[in-house]
């Protein structure tokens, strides 16, 4: 399949080379016959840029991809990757996506984009799901950031959705603000026909999956960005090079690669 590309350490690496470079080391755990869950955001570009190429090349034949988005879908046809779906294809041998914050346990935040309900149907169902960041995504706790958490809901009372969400997490000095487009300056709108409303976090939430079981009890709430305990690994490009971190039992696994050969 060839190696991933190399960067002497000399040389400066900006973001977007970091995302290339953890998304080329992800794809090299593609194989033949595998069906893909494509993820969804400038990371994931870059893996499925990878994919269609390795197909081209007839490295990899008789791939089967399940897009996260109508984004990646677009992106997918136009590179010639065949698609299917849920359907027709319930269990995935291997997701690949990007994230936008990864814990010291491998959760993440994901949904900055606006695809996290369908990035978690894809990925809660994929025997492995790799996840692709740069440095830049490590975090102490979700939303150690200060970035947003996203919460997609439907439109219907949206505001009143979000004073919920807001009071709910109160004691962690929770705002919240309904996600606007910057194209048209209306609500953002989901490929679902949702809303977006972005927490923030002045501290730590506390338990994951006590935060995860109170929002999605909450009327008009369709599903969240925390995405707990469903990465196998992370991979991590650096200005040094890229950490391997992987969940072997409830232990996290972490490997280092110079990109000096």
């Known amino acids: ?3 991933s590309p190399v960067c002497p350490a000399a040389v400066s690496l900006n973001q977007d080379d970091l995302k290339k470079i953890a998304a080329y080391k992800a794809v090299e755990h593609v194989k ?5 869950g494509l993820g969804t955001g400038s990371t994931a570009k870059h893996a499925v840029d990878r994919i ?3 197909l081209r090349q007839g490295v990899l034949k008789d ?3 399940i897009p996260t988005s109508t984004k990646t879908y677009d992106q997918a046809v136009s590179l010639g990757i065949p698609l299917s779906d ?3 294809h319930p269990v995935v041998d291997l997701a690949i996506d990007g994230a936008d914050e990864v814990d010291s346990g491998l959760n993440l935040v994901k949904g900055r984009g606006g695809s996290l309900l369908r990035e978690k149907m894809v990925e809660s169902v994929s025997k492995k799901f790799i996840v692709i960041v740069d440095e830049s995504k490590l975090v102490k ?3 150690g950031s200060g ?3 996203p919460v997609e809901v439907i439109p219907f009372c949206w505001n009143h959705s979000l004073r919920r969400l807001v009071g709910m997490f109160a004691y962690a000095g929770c705002i919240g603000e309904l996600r606007m487009s910057v194209e048209n300056g209306k609500p953002s709108v989901t490929d679902n026909g949702n809303f977006v409303i972005d927490l923030y976090f002045e501290r730590d939430i506390g338990d994951l999956n006590e935060a995860s079981d109170a929002i999605l009890r909450l009327p008009g709430i369709v599903e969240h960005g925390m995405f707990i305990g469903l990465a196998t690994s992370v991979i991590v490009a650096g200005e040094e090079g890229i950490t391997v971190k ?6 996290v696994e972490v490997d280092s690669f110079s990109y000096m050969i």
């Open 1 to 3: 399949m060839g190696p």
């Open 32 to 36: 033949s016959g595998m069906v893909l």
């Open 52 to 54: 269609a190429d390795l």
């Open 63 to 65: 791939i089967v991809g």
């Open 86 to 88: 849920l359907d027709s």
């Open 141 to 143: 706790h979700v939303g």
């Open 147 to 149: 970035l947003a958490m």
């Open 246 to 251: 992987t969940k072997v039992g409830s232990e």
